[in-house]
């Protein structure tokens, strides 16, 4: 559910501003194992084993999933955490860093 904001001096009768949201979403790449996906999401996202491997299944079989939709700062910070958690060590050498993430504007 979108969240509103209301800011003294902008709102008119019944009017709330609403504040803008954004997906994390993880990309896919052949540098990474599920086992790594789900150990990754489930550190940084608190997501269950199961949520976290369906992510893994989407993310393998699409290209892309989305692992939060929230305002612009956290989402740039998902973003971020996805890029620093490093490379897979069940793929030495084959795995030369993290997986990639973007941030999409989320439809109201």
């Known amino acids: 559910m979108p969240q509103t904001v209301a800011t003294p001096g902008l709102e008119t009768a019944g009017q709330e501003q609403r504040v803008p949201q954004f997906h994390a979403v993880l990309l896919d790449d052949d540098q990474h194992t599920y086992d790594y996906v789900i150990e ?7 997501y ?5 491997f369906q992510h893994a299944v989407e993310v393998d079989t699409t ?6 939709t929230c305002e612009l700062a956290a989402a740039e910070f998902a973003r971020d955490q996805i890029h620093a958690y490093g490379a897979d060590p069940r793929m030495p050498g084959r795995s030369k860093g993290s997986m990639r993430a973007i941030l999409e504007p989320a439809a109201l």
């Open 63 to 68: 290209g892309r999933t989305v692992v939060i």
């Open 40 to 46: 990754m999401l489930q550190k940084l996202f608190c």
């Open 48 to 52: 269950s084993t199961a949520e976290a």
